[in-house]
């Protein structure tokens, strides 16, 4: 049971580049996160998914994309990238199941630097 | 919008001393959750603690405890026999239910030395 994976680990890009996230999580949560740490602070979410095809905007969307067609994958998509989406980003899932604990599980990060 | 703040930016505590960390939030909403997140060097985000708005009985597991005063919106967590695998920072969030969204403060980096 690897919980919720993420890749890359570590990644440059150089500003106006785009690249894709990976997130997988094998627990069979329906709800999904991604989350955006910047140095000194704690994390803000930017995109999340309660299903397969359901996504929807958090605190910081903008410059993100986001897609859901299977219940295990959630990527995130930068397009153009800029110096200002230097980050750690998080990706986590949870199960909806109502009387569970909200408990939500994340993945080890990607450190992403736009230079 | 429910804020929160922690307003220890750095802590330390000497090994099996007892150490607490606060937090305060802000909402008008009467049911939620609380939680207490770890993020050691590792970069992991761990769960600690959780606690439900409805309950009056702090949670507790193991030498980590909170005191959580609904009225005063304040929900502080102690470290008790304090180790070094403790050093870490510590993120205090939010939940409202069925939103299943996260909100986080800013952290409190805690140092436990020998």
């Known amino acids: 049971n690897a919980g919720v994976t993420q890749t890359p680990k570590f990644r440059i890009l150089k500003i106006g580049q785009s690249m894709t996230l990976q997130c997988t999580q094998d627990?069979?949560?329906?709800?999904m996160y991604w989350y955006r740490q910047d140095p000194g602070m704690g994390l803000k979410l930017i995109y999340y998914?309660?299903?397969?095809?359901?996504?929807d905007k958090g605190e910081v969307p903008n410059g993100y994309n986001v897609s859901r067609s299977t219940t295990e994958d959630f990527p995130l998509r930068l397009e153009l990238a800029a110096p200002s989406q230097t980050s750690v980003y998080f990706c986590a899932s949870s199960y909806d199941g109502g009387s569970s604990s909200y408990e939500q599980y994340f993945g080890p990060g990607t450190r992403l630097t736009v230079t | 919008a429910q804020t929160v703040t922690q307003s220890q930016p750095e802590m330390s505590v000497q090994e099996a001393e007892t150490v607490t960390l606060s937090c305060t939030y802000d909402?008008?909403?009467?049911?939620?959750?609380l939680f207490w997140y770890k993020q050691p060097p590792s970069r992991q985000m761990i769960l600690v603690i959780r606690?439900?708005?409805?309950?009056?009985q702090n949670a507790t597991e193991n030498r980590f405890s909170v005191n959580f005063q609904k009225a005063a919106k304040s929900f502080s967590l102690k470290i008790s026999d304090s180790q070094l695998g403790d050093t870490a920072m510590y993120f205090c969030?939010?939940?409202?239910?069925?939103?299943?969204?996260?909100?986080f403060g800013t952290g409190t980096r805690l140092q436990v030395f020998p």
């Open positions: 969030a939010f939940m409202r239910p069925r939103t299943d969204k996260l909100i």
């Open positions: 998914s309660v299903g397969a095809g359901i996504t």
């Open positions: 627990m069979n949560h329906n709800y």
């Open positions: 606690q439900e708005a409805y309950k009056q």
């Open positions: 909402t008008s909403e009467n049911n939620y959750y």
